[in-house]
């Protein structure tokens, strides 16, 4: 792994993000479009991945892993409820806000065993165990990967029990550039007065869902109302 290669992708993505919040309004669909412009500098990065870079073995409808906490800025929750809202129409984006925001409540103080062992999956799986908001999931979510699914079952039983690192072999490059591109684009929103905290993504989304004009309140600098 080129580590400069990745340190330079962050550099890029914070430099990318100060430009767009400088010239763009901010509305959510604006914020949507910032993540889809790092969501392809990133991708620039993993196709450069060097031919002895592993290729995960993840597939659709396996979700082992979509029981943690997953760490999501407000920008990547507004992409989300971007996505959400063209598919769901106002009113039942507005229940699906409620809705997540409840399940929120539920996992707020929740380690990952603590989730594990209650069997509280991720919301936005769907029936198939596929994920709803691929397109639009957070860095935090592909920044994830394994190179075997049981892997993946024993540390998520290992977590479970306290009996174990809960480790997973995975690629490395795509969980390094995926966390430096969270960390720099976290470092841009804080430059400009923005709420930079991190929540699990049903809070995040949730947040934006419920209230249409959370996006605009964001961007003039407002602090979101969850702890």
Known sequence: MDTERVAECGRDVRRMTERILRETPRGEVALAELMAAVERRVAIELRARSADEPEPACRPGCATCCTVNVATLAVEGAAIAAFLRRRLGADEARRRGTTLLEFHARVRWLDDADRIRARLACPFLDERGACAIHPVRPLACRGVSSLDAADCRRALAERAD??????????????????????????????????????????????????????????????????
């Open 162 to 227: 306290d009996d174990g690192p809960g480790f997973v072999r995975m690629s490395l490059l795509q969980r390094a550039v995926h966390d430096v591109a969270l960390g720099a684009l976290g470092e841009a929103l804080a430059a400009y007065g923005l709420d930079a905290r991190t929540r699990d993504v049903s809070a995040m989304a949730g947040l934006f869902l419920a209230d249409p004009a959370r996006a605009s309140a964001f961007a003039g600098g407002a602090r979101l109302p969850v702890e």
